[in-house]
């Protein structure tokens, strides 16, 4: 069973874990505008954690921009590593630390 989680505290609440991982992860895909395909990119930060056959996730999305120069993406992948970063001295003041990636399937 997967429970996604609304925030950062709530998912440090139900520590401890078996495991831990924070991830930032980004997919594009392209928007069909008055005819014309246009570039989005989205960029999710992932907080997993296994405990008893259960799968505990809080997911942060950075961005869904549509994206026309590079400085765009270069931005929103800032933002994501910056949100990871928050997230991670997050957990460190409680004691918790993650390893990196996202667990996906228990």
Request: aromatic share 10%; no cysteine.
């Amino acid at each position: 069973m997967k429970i996604t989680l609304p925030s950062v505290e709530d998912f440090t609440q139900e520590a401890p874990f078996e495991e831990i991982r924070l991830g930032v992860f980004s997919r594009g895909s392209n928007a069909k505008i008055n005819d014309n395909s246009i570039p989005l990119v989205v960029y999710e930060v992932f907080l997993t954690g296994a405990k008893d056959k259960r799968l505990f996730e809080y997911r942060e999305y950075i961005g869904d921009e549509i994206v026309q120069f590079k400085e765009q993406v270069t931005r929103l992948h800032e933002r994501a590593f910056e949100s990871r970063e928050k997230i991670q001295k997050q957990l460190e003041r409680v004691g918790i630390t993650a390893k990196a990636g996202r667990i996906e399937n228990l």
